[in-house]
């Protein structure tokens, strides 16, 4: 474990730089700050939390927009007075993209800095990775968008503010059999990651429930760049719809490749897709693909919609799906915090638990005993530059 070379820490309340080489951060006041200094603010009455993030590396947009939202949430509670009369910091650490990274950066953020509640991750494999850490150290972690299935169960410390994979698979193979009337699909899997590895084993169970027959099963490696010899299985299948449940990098490389070798199907995702990069990279070719995601910019409710109006003033761009969950599970999190009796971890984790119709900025959340939200999904068109909301698939 080289916990040297890990990390960016910082505290949100001033601006945090991504720079590529480890640097200390700093701390509220901008004065060099180590990890002593996080534990010293948080004896002097603050209330720290952790958030770990891939700020850079392959998935970077998740980490960046997670970060947004938490801290426009963190921002907002201050301005409230705080949680039980005390300030709430947070420090976050990069993982560069890397479930090892995300690993060592819960052991530090519980063992030296002394973090009540952990916020991430986005990508499964990473969460998966940091899970074991904050249930053996009975610290809650609430992840604000890992879909896999196995990221609670990991134990009874271990939340999340969207729904599961099993019902994302569904949403996508219902929409493909009745919304596009798909009757053949192929699955391009990135075997890799446990999110497409499971998503893809959940489309494909669903979509022969529907009636619809798999008619090619293609995998990949994350870091992968041609997907050429794949892409020509696939494409001599002739399916109606290729489901491709990787993350925006790869399914805009897929996309380009999949229309230079004359693939006309349409592509289908999952909210792995979610990213301003995807339109870059994918260009022309991802153009009137669809892909399930967890909340639409066009909710007219009051709240998503003031949400959307503030983070644009101080971001200066939309606030993708996210943007949104991270500003829910830190919301989550602080509500939590003011019900709980103390900031202990079993204290908190009872009153995380308790989460009851709590009006998120992406949509209501209720956890049910697995520690999932249970919520429905919105599926979304890449019409041009732009995301078109088409429908919405509840549980
Ligand atoms: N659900 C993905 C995973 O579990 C992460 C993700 C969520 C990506 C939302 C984009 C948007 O790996």
Redesign the pocket.
Known sequence: MRLSTLFLACFAFVACEQKPTPQPGTGPSGSPDGSAAGAREAAAGTILIGEVGSLTGA?AT?GISTRNGIEMALDEVNARGGVKGKKVAVRVYDNQSKPEEAANAVTRLIAQDGAKLILGE??????LAMAPKAQAAKVPMIS?????PK?TQVGDFIFRV?FI?PF?GFVMAKFATEHLKAKKAAVLRDNK????IGLAQVFTEKFKGFGGQIVAAEDYAQGDTDFRAQLTAIKSAKPDVVFVPG??TDAGLIARQARQLGLAATLLG??????EKLFELGGKAIDGSYYS??YSVDNPAPKTQKFLTDYKKRFGVEP???AA?GYDAAMVGFAAMEQAKDTSGPALRDAIAATKDFDGVAGKITLDANRNAIKPAVVLKVNGSKLQYITTIAP
């Open positions: 998935q998740f986005v990508a499964s494999t990473n969460s604000p968008a890992s879909t896999n990221v969207c994979d994302q990651s446990d999110y497409s993350y925006y999952g909210d792995g897709w979610e990213s995601n967890h993708d799906s996210l969950l």
